[in-house]
């Protein structure tokens, strides 16, 4: 008969370390096993019979000393009671493990998570359009299997959400909605979250070719004062847009520790520079008048244009819209990019060297190539500043 485990005796038995693992009956409860093992390491068990088929069974119980004795009986002898009924409490067990297992990885598989962590861990690091690839991801692919396993989406499935953008007349959007949805499959592969992407294969639904859209005199004049009756904040942001070629994210970021008002200069950092090289953009006297009308919103992140003080403006595509409606009838599909484009060329209109356009847009590519893009390190300030006043005032002949 099997001694009875006492508190005293199991601290005798932990004095010695095992060479192998050792299993020690509790003359108490039958079934009940106190287990040492070699790395010092102690737990219990109850061993049983399945009532289905009279098989050895062993259960875990707990490690010691979590589990004390008197609570070690306690789980053994209910455990034994749910065998008499029929029940096997390893299987049980077992059960419960492998569904706790797979709602863990149903969680991280989930396409909500998966976008989340995306945007944080990847896109943010490696990419200064994030939040592009951020608002297309919610807007088109979230709105569409927000709460589905992103392994449970299949190939035909990414057509039919393609085919949809394309039908609704924005074929590019479904170029952009791929290739975002590309990356981040491909990313969730990387990390082990899925196994296979459902974009394989896939080609792009749309073909696309160079925009070269330019507003004419008429129809910037009538995207200003549209601007004009748009108001705070977006109305100054598509006016400066106009005066200085910047890019969308550059002036709706805009800071002013940026501005230097009497020397007329907005130095874009590094930072957000789309290349990556900091930007020195002389400031029209019109470019100045906007700034200096602003409202001045406290915040320690010196945001320009900002409603929170914490964070930049956002919803350009309803600003777009609500612009649009100011226009007069008839005038073609337009974007904002498009301002920029018509700056560059409205000054090669006034006579711009183009090595100075490319200095007003941050080129870095285009007229000088070869060893003279090497070792000409001219900026251009003079020229930029003469052909930036001479936009502004073409602008303002124009609305006028």
Same mark, same amino acid.
């Given at each position: 008969? /099997? ?6 005796? +199991?601290n ?12 020690v009956?509790?003359g108490?409860v039958?079934?009940?096993?106190? +287990?040492?093992? %070699?790395?010092?390491? #102690? ?9 289905a ?20 009986r ?14 096997? %409490?390893? /299987?049980?067990?077992? =059960?419960?493990?492998?569904e ?40 088109e ?6 709460? =589905? ?15 949809? +953008?394309?039908? @609704? ?10 290739a975002?949805? @590309? ?10 979250? +899925? ?5 394989s294969g ?10 070269? @859209? ?6 910037? #004049? $009538?995207?200003?004062? #549209? ?13 400066l847009?106009?005066? !200085?070629? #910047? ?17 007329k ?6 930072s ?9 953009? %002389? ?14 919103i ?10 929170t ?7 350009? !595509? =309803? ?8 226009? %007069? ?23 711009v ?14 007229t000088? @190539? ?21 936009w $502004? ?8």
């Open positions: 008969m /099997s001694k009875v485990l006492t508190a005293q005796g +199991i005798s038995l932990l004095r010695v370390t095992p060479a192998s693992r050792r299993e009956p509790d108490r039958r079934g009940l096993y106190f +287990i040492q093992q %070699p790395s010092g390491k #102690a737990s219990w068990a109850v061993r049983y019979r399945s009532k088929d009279g098989k050895p069974v062993k259960l875990t119980l707990g490690a010691w000393p979590a589990l004390d004795l008197v609570n070690a306690a789980k053994a002898m209910a455990a034994l009671a749910a065998v008499e009924t029929g029940e096997d %409490p390893a /299987s049980e067990k077992r =059960r419960a493990k492998e706790a297992k797979a709602t863990k990885s149903a969680s991280l598989d989930r396409i909500d998570s998966v976008v989340e962590t995306f945007i944080v861990r990847h896109a943010q690091a490696k990419n200064r359009s994030w939040a592009e690839t951020d608002r297309i991801l919610k807007k692919v979230l709105s569409i299997w927000s709460g =589905r396993s992103l392994s449970s989406i299949s190939r035909a499935e990414v057509h039919d959400l393609l085919d949809g +953008i394309v039908d @609704r007349g924005a074929p590019v959007m479904a170029n952009r909605v791929l975002a949805l @590309r990356r981040l499959c491909n990313w969730a592969i990387e990390r082990g979250i +899925i196994e296979t992407s459902p974009c896939i080609k792009a639904p749309s073909s696309e070719r160079s925009r070269d @859209r330019i507003l004419d005199d008429t129809e910037l #004049a $009538a995207v200003w004062q #549209a601007s004009e009756k748009l108001g705070w904040p977006f109305g100054p942001i598509v006016q847009l106009i005066l !200085t070629g #910047a890019r969308r994210e550059e002036v709706a970021a805009m800071r002013w520790n940026e501005i230097d008002l009497e020397q200069l907005w130095t874009l950092p590094a957000r520079a789309k290349n990556g090289k900091e930007h020195v953009i %002389p400031l029209s006297p019109q470019a100045i008048a906007i700034l200096e009308a602003l409202p001045r406290k915040s320690g992140k010196h945001l320009v244009f900002t409603v003080g914490e964070t930049a403006v956002s919803g350009f !595509t =309803r600003a777009k819209e609500r612009i649009d409606a100011f226009l %007069p009838e008839g005038i073609p599909h337009w974007t904002l990019h498009d301002l920029r484009r018509t700056l560059a060329s409205g000054c090669a209109r006034l006579g060297a183009p090595q100075v356009v490319e200095a007003i847009l941050n080129h870095k590519s285009g000088i @190539r070869g060893v003279a893009a090497v070792y000409n390190r001219y900026t251009y300030e003079t020229e930029k500043r003469a052909a930036m006043y001479a $502004a005032n073409h602008v303002n002949a124009a609305v006028i």
